[in-house]
């Protein structure tokens, strides 16, 4: 589990902007995990794109940023029971998981990525 030390709130609408690391640091097809405040978020850089989606995989709680990354369809595994998540949209595509995870909106602003967290 990876906690990102100092991080930095920028304004935006209602949201609050949460620096998480230099996007140099994240590896492409692979996920990280972030805490921010009470929100687990797993972190995907697939290229120049970053995704952020709810770490907890619904079906039975297990950190989604453990799973395999499937860089070409954007989508994360669970590595409990094999549930397969959109890094898009956090739609559960594949059994036994049948409900969503969280998407969290993603910005890399000068070389840092922020993720987006309502009040």
């Known amino acids: 589990m990876q906690t990102s030390p100092g991080l930095t709130p920028v304004e935006k609408s209602t949201e609050a902007m949460i620096r998480l690391c230099p996007i140099d640091e994240l590896v492409s097809g692979r996920a990280r995990r972030f805490d921010v ?6 972190v995907v850089r697939i290229g120049d794109q970053v ?3 709810g770490d907890r995989c619904p079906h039975q709680n297990v950190s989604l940023s453990e799973g395999e990354v499937y860089a070409e369809d954007a989508e ?3 590595v409990r029971h094999g549930s ?6 956090g739609e559960a595509l594949s059994l036994p998981a ?4 969280p998407v969290y909106r993603v910005e890399v602003i000068d070389g840092d990525v922020h993720v987006a967290v309502g009040p």
Do not use: M
């Open 76 to 78: 994360i595994e669970c």
């Open 51 to 53: 995704y952020a989606i």
């Open 98 to 101: 049948t409900k969503p995870t």
């Open 37 to 42: 405040g009470d929100h687990g978020i797993t």
């Open 84 to 89: 397969t998540f959109s890094l898009v949209t």
